[in-house]
């Protein structure tokens, strides 16, 4: 029997408003030493933030970084899960779309993300997350 996303993703999710400054939403990255942070409003997910976000988008063109407000410069586009998407659906997602992590949305509501590592920790899913990996990783 395949297991669902529901048995492997991290509950526990660090957030970015869309209001946050981009310093707080990489202070938090630092924080819980994290590339990517959801970006919530009222529980429903409206972005990702990465760090290639922030990089490519603010600090490539200088300025004043402390008035750039995440919805700025965060990714809109947003693939997501469901707690019920069994693993090997999400490892081919994330290798289709060349995604190292996943948010878990139930009913539009951000209740987990799930990570390629998580897959990895699964032995029975150390195949799909090396195979996604290297998906990911093609130009």
């Given at each position: 029997?395949?297991?669902?996303?529901?048995?492997?993703?991290?509950?526990?999710?660090?957030t970015v408003t869309?209001?946050?400054s981009v310093i707080k939403a990489a202070q938090i990255m630092s924080q819980y030493n994290i590339g990517s942070v959801p970006v919530v409003e009222n529980g429903n997910l409206v972005g990702m933030l990465t760090d290639r976000d922030i990089v490519l988008r603010t600090v490539a063109h200088g300025g004043d970084l402390s008035n750039i407000q995440v919805q700025q410069v965060m990714t809109t586009?947003?693939?997501?899960?469901?707690p019920d998407m069994d693993i090997n659906q999400a490892a081919q997602l994330m290798a289709?779309?060349?995604?190292?992590?996943?948010?878990v949305l139930d009913n539009k509501q951000l209740v987990?993300?799930?990570?390629?590592?998580?897959m990895a920790i699964e032995s029975d899913h150390i195949n799909e997350a090396g195979d996604a990996l290297n998906n990911i990783s093609k130009p």
């Open positions: 029997m395949s297991q669902t996303i529901r048995e492997i993703m991290a509950n526990n999710v660090a869309t209001q946050d586009n947003v693939v997501t899960a469901t289709s779309k060349q995604i190292r992590r996943l948010p987990g993300m799930v990570a390629l590592g998580d």
